[in-house]
C-alpha cells in the first residue's frame, strides 16, 4: 500500500515558519512529506531541510516524495525526543524552523496491519517505529487492572475506564486478546448502549490511550519541547499541530513558560529569578482548518496549530 497522508493546515503551518531561502528547517514528524515538500520549495540552494520521523514506511515515502531537491535533504530515522543529538551529530547547532505534526497518519490509520485502528480487524500492534518489540498487545494482556484504568482514564479521558480496564481483565483470563476486533467486542461490553448511540465510536478512547502509552507520546512531548525551542535561531519559529486536548495543553503551556518565566510572586515590584523570556506566543488562540478543509479532509477536524518564535 502507497504511503498515503494528507498534510493538514499545511499553508497555514508553512507560511507560519516564516521561511528564510537559505534557512536550516526540520519537520520532526516527516509522514509523508506533504509538509516538507512544501518548506523544501520555499528554500534557495543554500536552504537545507531535514526531516525526522521513527517510521520505516514513512521515511521511504518521504525520500522517494523529496527526491527532487537532491542535496538539500537529509531524512534521518529516529523519534524527535533525540532531534538535539541526531542534528549535532550532522555539524547542525541551530536551526531556523521546526514543524511538528502529531498524531497518527493517514497511512498508519488505513494499513490495517499497523493495528491502529478500530475499524478493522488486525494483529494488536499500534508501534510507531516497528524496531520497537512492545506492542499494544502487550500493554493489553501485560498491564494491571489499576494500570489498564490510569490510562484509559487519564489518555482517553473516558468516563468507562474503570469498567473497560475490568473488563478486558475478565476476558484475558479466559484466553489472550490478540486482535483489534476482540478488543472491540470487549469494550462495546464494557460501556452501556445508551451511551454508545451518540458518541461515536466505543473503542476510539481507550485504542487513543493504548497508543499514547504504546508509543510514550505525550512523555516525549514534554521532554523535547523545551530543547527544540533551544536550539531555534533569533526569529525562528515552531509549528506544532496537534489532535487533541492532552497534547493541545502541554503545547500551550510550555510556549507560555517560555514566554514568560518568571517565577517571582506578583507582589514583587522586579523580577529576581533570572529566568528570561525565550520568545514570544504568536498564537494567542490556536488556527484551526477552513471551512473548505474539514470539508476536504474529516479527519483535520480536530486539528489545532500552536506557533511560537525565538528572540
Known sequence: MAFKHTS????????????????????????????????????SEQGSFIGIDQDADAIAAAASRLESFGEKVTIIRSNYCDMK??????????????????????????????????????????RMDQRQS??????????SEMELYR???????????????????????????????????????????????????????????????????????????DDMIEILNPGGRICIITFHSLEDRIVKS????????????SHFPVCVCGNVSKGRVITRKPILPSEEELRDNSRSKSAKLRIFERI
Open 151 to 225: 490510562i484509559i482514564r487519564d489518555y482517553g479521558e473516558d468516563k468507562f475506564a474503570k469498567n473497560i480496564a475490568k473488563h478486558i481483565v475478565m476476558e484475558r483470563e479466559k484466553a489472550p486478546i490478540e486482535t483489534t476486533a476482540q478488543l472491540n467486542e470487549v469494550i462495546k461490553r464494557a460501556i452501556p448502549m445508551k451511551f454508545q448511540k451518540n458518541a461515536g465510536h466505543p473503542s476510539k478512547r481507550t485504542f487513543q490511550a493504548i497508543r499514547i502509552e504504546l508509543n510514550r507520546e505525550l512523555d516525549v512531548l514534554k521532554e523535547s519541547l
Open 8 to 43: 493538514v493546515l499545511l499553508r497555514e503551518t508553512v507560511d507560519g515558519l516564516e521561511i528564510k531561502p537559505d534557512g536550516i528547517y526540520v519537520d520532526a514528524t516527516l509522514g509523508g512529506g506533504g509538509h516538507a515538500y512544501e518548506v523544501c520549495s520555499r528554500l
Open 254 to 265: 510550555t510556549f507560555r513558560k517560555n514566554e514568560n518565566p518568571c517565577t517571582c510572586p
Open 85 to 126: 543529538q541526531r542534528l549535532q551529530e550532522i555539524g547542525v547547532d541551530k536551526v531556523d524552523g521546526i514543524v511538528l505534526d502529531l498524531g497518527v497518519s493517514s497511512y498508519q490509520l488505513d494499513t490495517a496491519e499497523r493495528g491502529f485502528t478500530y475499524r478493522v480487524d488486525a494483529p494488536l500492534d499500534m
Open 134 to 143: 512492545t506492542t499494544a498487545k502487550d500493554i493489553v494482556n501485560g498491564y
